[in-house]
């Protein structure tokens, strides 16, 4: 689903993501794991399109994605938490599942104009599709809140419904459990592993090891902007390499 072959993202001297090549296949829910500053994030925003690669090659779906704006991959069906915008905190729950961007023909001025019947029934369809996601995710009962009076694992989980939203075939999430307390942590393991079923493939960054031992298989290891390991949770627990690159060195 997709590939990448050779990925170096450089900042001046720094390269935060050096010669990295991994395939991602349909279905499978992929952990991103590794220290502190290893060129995770930025692996990311390298393959949504925030960041422009050095070089090498990125493929989604067989189609180049090197060198797209992210609303284009966006639009492919590659989704990443950060490029939703992050919830508006004088908005509604509801409201900012609605405002995920999609083909919403309301948006576009003629349409205002020359199909208002349309749009109208057109939001109807999205505020009850909306309605849908959030029950989803047991959210409908804070339907009507502000964002900003959500708990912190109530926000991760309304980013989780503005991803499902936006219907995607690949998410990469960016530590979807990060500040989650353990309820709500095992919440989102089970609605991940709902929608991984209904067809969606996650690649997932966390540092919660047993949220991703549990939930990714496999799991792609980085340190310092190299890929060092991939494998499933055993091959990777026993990993001296991956141990080493926790304990920066002090193993050896
Ligand atoms: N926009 C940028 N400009 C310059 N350097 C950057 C930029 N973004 C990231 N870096 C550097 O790239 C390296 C990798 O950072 P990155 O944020 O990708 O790591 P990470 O694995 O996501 O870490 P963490 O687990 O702490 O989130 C770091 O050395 C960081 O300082
Ligand atoms: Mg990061």
């Not at 090549?21 to 502190?36: D, M």
């Not at 949504?48 to 779906?61: D, V, Y």
């Not at 109807?124 to 339907?143: I, K």
């Amino acid at each position: 689903m997709l590939e990448v072959a050779h990925l170096v993202k450089a900042f001046g001297g720094v390269r935060a993501v050096d010669d990295v090549s991994f395939t991602l296949r349909e279905r499978t829910i992929t952990g991103l794991i590794g220290p502190n500053g290893a060129g995770k994030t930025t692996l990311f925003d390298t393959v949504a399109g925030m960041h422009r690669p050095t070089s090498g090659h990125i493929a989604f779906r067989g189609r180049r994605l090197a060198g797209l704006a992210p609303h284009r991959i966006f639009h492919l069906g590659l989704v990443r938490t950060f490029q939703i915008p992050r919830p508006f905190p004088e908005m509604t729950v509801l409201e900012n599942v609605m405002v995920v961007p999609a083909r919403q023909s309301g948006e576009r001025f003629w349409n205002n104009w020359i199909a208002r019947a349309r749009v109208r029934s057109e939001e109807r369809a999205l505020r009850a599709r909306a309605q849908e996601v959030l029950a989803f995710f047991e959210l409908e009962r804070l339907a009507g809140d502000r964002a900003k009076n959500l708990s912190g694992g109530q926000q991760k989980l309304l980013e989780l419904a503005r991803v499902l939203m936006a219907e995607p075939q690949l998410a990469l999430l960016d530590e979807p459990g990060a500040g989650v307390n353990p309820t709500l942590l095992q919440t989102i393991v089970d609605k991940l592993r709902a929608l991984n079923a209904r067809g969606i493939t996650f690649l997932v960054i966390e540092h919660n090891m047993d949220f991703v031992m549990s939930l990714c298989d496999p799991i792609l290891v980085m340190a310092q902007g190299r890929l060092i390991q991939q494998g499933n949770a055993e091959q990777v627990r026993s990993d001296p390499r991956v141990l080493d690159a926790y304990l920066g060195g002090a193993a050896a």
